[in-house]
Each structure stands twice: as C-alpha cells, then as structure tokens.
C-alpha cells in the first residue's frame, strides 16, 4: 500500500488517480504542519481512498510548549470534523524521547480515527524504546525509516521493527523511498506499506508507473 504525501487538493486527486492506497494531508513547510480546516475539508469531500492529516503547529522541531500542544488537540478536532481518517503527530521530550503522557492524550482526543506517529519516531535516542511507546500507547502506524537517513539505509531497522511490532502495529517505511528501490525496501524489511512524497503530482506518478512495471515484469 502506497501511501501519498500530498499538500493540495490537486496533488491529493493526481496521487489517488495514480493509484495511492492512502494521503497524507499537509500544509506548507519543510516536513508539513496542519493543513487548514478548508483544505482538510475539501479533500475529504473529493477524494476516495482514506485520508490522514499531519497535526503539527510548525516546522521545526518536536517539542511543543503548552499552548502548542493545546493547539494540537483543537487540530485534531477539526481533523474529525472534516471527517479524515486518521491523524498523525509525535511529540518529544526535551530529552529527544517520545512524550507518552501528552501523546496518550492526542491519542484519546482523535479516537474513533486512526492514529499515526510521524518521524519524530526516529529522532528519538533509542529506536527499540520509541517502538515500546508507540505499542503502549495503541498507536495503529509508524512512518518510520528506521532510525536511519532514508528506509533504505534503516532496512536491518525495519525489519527488526516488523517483527517486534508483529500484528500489534503497522510499520510504514518512508524517507527516501522511491520507485526505483521500493521493491527492495519491502522485500527486505517485510513492511507492506510505504510512504512517497508527492507534493509534486508528475514525479509521483512517474513513480507509480514505474511501480507498475516493476511488479509486472517477471522475476529472472
């Protein structure tokens, strides 16, 4: 599965045509923040396939003062208002771990919606500790590279997550994933769900194609 991430209406619709499974909705900045109530909204209405929705207050990194965090919460309200499917945040420590007790309560405040945790995952000290968090806290995704520059270089890491994570939890490798070595990445890693940026609708589809040929073409 295939999930997309997107940041406009036109990029969520060309993703889907493409044959994402899943988008992830972000606004503006390097690695996404909160797309507005009207975007979240309007993608919802259009779109088919299931949406998650980025809740970050801003770029930067992720650790949030009070009124931040106060912010996520309403985020996540609006989120369920616009009827997304799941929403996706982190948040860590001072110490770069996972913050437990305020994510358990973005975890209570989006429910019945899925819950995901971006990659402040892998900004955290201790890649086995973070998965403990996450599976105590009922998380239902990580979009993880496993603790490395790109998936393809966290692919031991993957792994590892998959099978400590078994059915509790799905792993989903992103950072740096394309077409042209996400076969590789599955095939080592055991994930069956991937994450590729397609803030730019041509180059995901471009990739989706190749995609396409690849899982045609016979194995030598």
């Known amino acids: 599965m295939v999930e997309a991430c997107v940041d406009s209406i036109e990029s969520a619709l060309a993703s889907e045509r493409a044959g994402a499974g899943r988008v992830e909705l972000c606004g503006p900045g390097v690695g996404g923040t909160t797309p507005s109530y009207g975007l979240m909204s309007r993608c919802r209405e259009r779109l088919h396939v299931p949406m998650h929705v980025m809740i970050r207050p801003r770029e930067g990194n992720f650790e949030y003062n009070d009124d931040e965090f106060e912010t996520m919460v309403k985020d996540i309200s609006a989120a369920r208002s616009a009827r997304a499917d799941g929403v996706v945040f982190g948040i860590l420590r001072d110490d770069?771990?996972?913050?437990?007790d305020r994510m358990r309560i973005l975890v209570e405040a989006a429910r019945p919606m899925r819950v995901a945790c971006h990659r402040a995952f892998d900004a955290t000290p201790n890649a086995t500790d973070a998965l403990d968090v996450v599976l105590r806290l009922g998380i239902d995704l990580v979009l993880t590279s496993g603790h490395a520059a790109t998936?393809?270089?966290?692919?031991?890491?993957?792994?590892?997550?998959?099978?400590?994570?078994?059915?509790r939890l799905t792993i989903m490798a992103g950072g740096g994933?394309?077409?042209?070595?996400l076969l590789d990445v599955v095939r080592?890693?055991?994930?069956?769900?991937?994450?590729?940026?397609?803030?730019?609708?041509?180059?995901?589809?471009?990739a989706m194609k190749q995609l396409g040929r690849q899982l045609t073409e016979p194995v030598s």
Not at 154 to 162: D, F, M, P
Not at 195 to 204: E, K, L, M, N, S
């Open 151 to 167: 998936a393809v270089d966290g692919r031991a890491q993957l792994r590892t997550h998959c099978e400590r994570a078994g059915a």
């Open 96 to 100: 770069g771990t996972l913050d437990e």
């Open 177 to 181: 994933v394309r077409a042209s070595n």
């Open 188 to 206: 080592d890693t055991g994930v069956h769900d991937v994450h590729i940026r397609a803030t730019d609708p041509d180059v995901f589809a471009d």
